[in-house]
């Protein structure tokens, strides 16, 4: 299948034969579905704290930060917000010369002023035409004010990172980008000894900006917060890339006979999370930020979670310790299948048919594995993954965060808990990706290689097939200890168009 050129590009990417003979059987197996014993809810799955569970757990996240606790955030700020600006786009390559009335453009075009980049606006309008924006609307040049803000030759919000787009104003005049945001929210939520470390994957082209914006916002976030910030950035691993395939599942060539290669997907960052040097990793969405008077929630919340997880590993750490030196007896080993049972929501055969000596080994695997706690708010039609409990290889059911399309559309059943589910994942997390040695778990044993999906796509006018490894949170964490807590929807405010800029949580 592949030729000597073939090989050395593989090579160059850090990609072994057998695992590119791999993918290229995949586009022609797909992927399995899941096998779903139903979606989680509370008391099913999803843990409802009282305000007391709530505050014990903030005090010993606030315990272990006090100790000097390994802590990190982990953020994902790879994409270009293209997709953010898609009705903008739409409208500046269109025939009409008027937004229609309603239309997100129209009403982006009425809320100039609640936008926090208004002056930016202002200032490439006046750069490109002569007149700040408002001017602009006022002679009907619609599409002159749209064109400034995502063009490149304006302020090219249709080609950057969210990351480094403004978000938010405040009453001083100051402004902020998710990034900004994302460093204010880790120094309320994440500072051991004044120190705060942060991670952000980005792409390739974007590594400069990010570096530029980051050396220009430490200083002043650092007096502001009263803190010190450790920040690095990576990029997506070559490694991880996958093959292009033809529509009959051959490798897809360019003009010059070289395998075309792709991104595996927000999956592939689960090697780059593997070589953060922290036990606890917070892990969020660029978007998902708010300004600083609207942060409370967001900070009771990220505490909770990461006391919940702090509580958990103590036990783990706890039980195997005792199950590894063999202090155990009967009712010990029945203490440890409760805790799987009703904290990390396991259930499995084997707990009531295994021998004592076999059941311990089974119970040391289980519990000697990365550690996720994960928010999962109230379902209100907003975009994101579902909490479900899914059937794993063993025979064992555990929670499991699911996209719609790793379930089998033609089962009723699985329609059915897809439509009445309570839940979604605001992709809300906090790891512990240590084991209790203190030694780094090896990540990519945890993951479920069988999750994933194949989409079409074109490149120079052909058609093509694209292979995505499983999602960080979805397959690429499959094979963790998972906590499922109900949290509040007020912690979850991505910006998924600009419009959502006008809602009330990104109003400064």
């Not at 403004?166 to 051991?192: I, N, V, W």
Request: proline share 6%.
């Amino acid at each position: 299948m592949f030729t000597e050129k073939d090989l050395t590009q593989l090579a160059s990417h850090g990609i072994t034969p057998e695992v590119a003979e791999a993918q290229m059987q995949r586009f022609v197996t797909g992927f399995p579905y899941l096998t779903l014993a139903g979606s989680a809810a509370v008391g099913h799955g999803i843990h409802a704290l009282t305000p007391q569970e709530e505050d014990f757990a903030i005090a010993r996240w606030k315990q272990y930060l006090a100790d000097g606790g390994e802590v990190a955030k982990f953020v994902p700020a790879s994409g270009a917000a293209s997709r953010m600006f898609k009705a903008l786009f739409v409208f500046v390559n269109g025939n009409a010369d008027k937004a229609e009335e309603g239309s997100p453009v129209a009403k982006i075009l009425a809320n100039l002023d609640k936008l926090a980049f208004i002056d930016q606006l202002n200032d490439t309008t006046v750069r490109l035409y002569g007149m700040p924006a408002k001017a602009l609307l006022e002679a009907g040049r619609q599409k002159e004010i749209i064109n400034a803000i995502i063009s490149e030759e304006g302020m090219n919000y249709g080609n950057l990172p969210k990351a480094l787009l403004t978000f938010h104003k405040y009453s001083d005049g100051s402004a902020r980008t998710p990034l900004e945001e994302h460093l204010a929210e880790g120094a309320q939520t994440a500072a051991t000894h004044g120190k705060v470390n942060l991670h952000f994957t980005v792409s390739a082209n974007h590594h400069k900006l990010f570096e530029k914006k980051i050396a220009e916002t430490v200083k002043p976030m650092e007096d502001r917060f009263g803190v010190k910030y450790d920040i690095s950035i990576s990029e997506q691993k070559p490694s991880t890339d996958t093959i292009a395939a033809t529509l009959d599942n051959k490798p897809f060539r360019d003009d010059n006979g070289n395998l075309v290669f792709r991104p595996g997907g927000h999956g592939a960052l689960i090697e780059n999370l593997g070589d953060m040097d922290s036990a606890v990793v917070f892990i969020k969405n660029i978007d998902n930020v708010v300004p600083d008077t609207l942060r409370e929630p967001t900070i009771r919340y990220k505490q909770v979670l990461a006391g919940i997880l702090i509580l958990a590993h103590d036990k783990i750490e706890e039980y195997l310790d005792m199950l590894r030196a063999g202090r155990y007896s009967a009712d010990d080993l029945a203490t440890i299948v409760q805790f799987m049972r009703t904290k990390l929501c396991i259930e499995s055969p084997l707990f009531d048919s295994l021998p004592e000596a076999e059941l311990a080994d089974y119970l040391i695997g289980k519990l000697n594995r990365p550690v996720r706690v994960c928010g999962m708010v109230r379902n209100v039609g907003e975009p994101g993954g579902g909490p479900y409990m899914a059937h794993y290889y063993d025979g064992s059911v555990s929670p499991q965060i699911l996209e719609s399309n790793q379930i089998d559309p033609d089962n009723k059943d699985y329609m059915e808990m897809m439509k009445t589910s309570t839940h979604f994942n605001p992709v809300d997390l906090v790891c512990y990706i240590k084991d209790v040695d203190g030694k780094p778990f090896d990540l990519a044993r945890y993951t479920d290689p069988n999750t994933g999906f194949i989409s079409e796509k074109s490149l120079g006018g052909r058609d093509l097939r694209a292979l995505e490894l499983p999602g960080l949170w979805n397959g690429a964490m499959s094979n963790w200890n998972t906590i499922f807590v109900e949290v509040p929807i007020d912690t979850f405010n991505p910006v998924k168009t600009v419009n959502d800029l006008l809602r009330p949580a990104h109003q400064a």
